[in-house]
Structure formats: structure tokens, C-alpha cells
């Protein structure tokens, strides 16, 4: 039992990861990227000057964007793929702060977090997002008793036939949404 609860909770961490990051929302989270991209107001959304590019100006305009009340606690959140494309324009003359050191890497003097369950850069002019920069505990997931997982000692058919078998069922009440979108801005195409 100890190693199917311990498995069924690497699942669920994975799950959730990914479920926090860009869920529907309907029978699941909804994800960070997700619910930005539904904000479409200023100063929450900032699109880029060219679509299906990640530009210096993009970056420091995000950056401008995000209330001063939380840029003190900001992060910035993106696929390791988007981070690629801004180091690939930092630099003297781009006026974007990258720092990479030990401590990791670090953008206008906030940290990075990096994910590849967040949108991957695929370079699209369609809609696509590319990063959230912002203080994130204004993204709340509420969770109710975490993860639970029970032993069926006799797993039966769909017609109520003892099968000879047995199960677990993992099973966890979990809900996740941006209560604060101003403190939050998303860099998207649209």
C-alpha cells in the first residue's frame, strides 16, 4: 500500500504541475497561462510588437506593465524554450537585465522559474503565450484533503461480477484560479 500511495502522489504531483500551468478550467484548475490569456485587459495582457516573436522591447513592456506594488515579489514564469529566446536578446544594448549564476537565473532582478509544463515557444503568429511575470500568490489553488487513495479488496465487472482482482482508487477535490489578476501580466501574441 505504502508504495502504490507513494506512486499515485508522484502522479498527482504531476498532474497538478501541468493542471496549475495551463488546465481548462471546466472539470479541472485553471492554469496560470490559462487564465491570463482570459484577462485581456490592460494591465494584465501585453502582446507582442511582432507576432510569433519575443523581442527585448516585449519583455521590458511586460516588465512596465506589472504594477510597481508587485514588482518587489515578482517572478517570472516560463517554458525553458521562451527563457532561450530572451537570453538569446539580452544583452547592452537590449536593456534587459539576465542574470545566470548559481543561485539560477534572474530577469530585471526577479528570479525565473521554469517549466516545460508551461507553453512551449513555437514561434506561431497565431495565439500563443509566452510568460508570466508577476507576484504569484495571486494565483490560489485550493486543495481539500489532498490526495486520498483506498484499497478496493475486490475489483468487480461491469455487471457486479467479483473479478479475483484488486485496486486502489486515488482520488483528490482540487481547484486553482488567478484571484489577483493585476498582479500578474501576461506576455502573449494576442
Known amino acids: 500500500m505504502s508504495e502504490i500511495t507513494a506512486t499515485l502522489n508522484r502522479g498527482y504531483a504531476d498532474l497538478m504541475s501541468q493542471k496549475t500551468a495551463v488546465g481548462a478550467g471546466t472539470t479541472e484548475p485553471t492554469g496560470l497561462f490559462t487564465a491570463m490569456q482570459n484577462t485581456t485587459t490592460n494591465p494584465?495582457?501585453?502582446?507582442?510588437?511582432?507576432?510569433?516573436?519575443?523581442?527585448?522591447?516585449d519583455v521590458r513592456a511586460a516588465w512596465a506593465a506589472l504594477p510597481a506594488r508587485f514588482r518587489a515579489s515578482a517572478t517570472w514564469a516560463m517554458h525553458p524554450d521562451v527563457l532561450t529566446q530572451v537570453r538569446n536578446d539580452a544583452g547592452a544594448a537590449?536593456?534587459?537585465?539576465?542574470?545566470?549564476?548559481?543561485?539560477?537565473?534572474?530577469?530585471?532582478?526577479?528570479?525565473?522559474?521554469?517549466?516545460?509544463?508551461?507553453?512551449?515557444?513555437?514561434?506561431?503568429?497565431?495565439?500563443?503565450?509566452?510568460?508570466?511575470?508577476?507576484?504569484?500568490?495571486?494565483?490560489?489553488?485550493?486543495?481539500?484533503?489532498?490526495?486520498?487513495v483506498e484499497l478496493i479488496p475486490q475489483m468487480r465487472s461491469?455487471?457486479?461480477?467479483?473479478?479475483?482482482?484488486?485496486?486502489?482508487?486515488?482520488?483528490?477535490?482540487?481547484?486553482?484560479?488567478?484571484t489577483v489578476p493585476t498582479s500578474q501580466v501576461l506576455l502573449a501574441n494576442t
Open 44 to 57: 494584465a495582457h501585453v502582446t507582442v510588437t511582432t507576432a510569433g516573436k519575443i523581442g527585448a522591447v
Open 94 to 148: 537590449s536593456q534587459i537585465d539576465v542574470v545566470v549564476d548559481r543561485q539560477g537565473t534572474m530577469i530585471m532582478g526577479r528570479p525565473v522559474i521554469t517549466s516545460s509544463y508551461f507553453p512551449d515557444f513555437v514561434g506561431t503568429t497565431g495565439s500563443e503565450s509566452f510568460l508570466v511575470v508577476g507576484d504569484l500568490s495571486g494565483y490560489t489553488v485550493a486543495s481539500r484533503l489532498g490526495v486520498t
Open 158 to 178: 461491469t455487471g457486479g461480477l467479483p473479478l479475483g482482482e484488486r485496486g486502489y482508487l486515488a482520488f483528490a477535490r482540487v481547484g486553482g484560479n488567478v
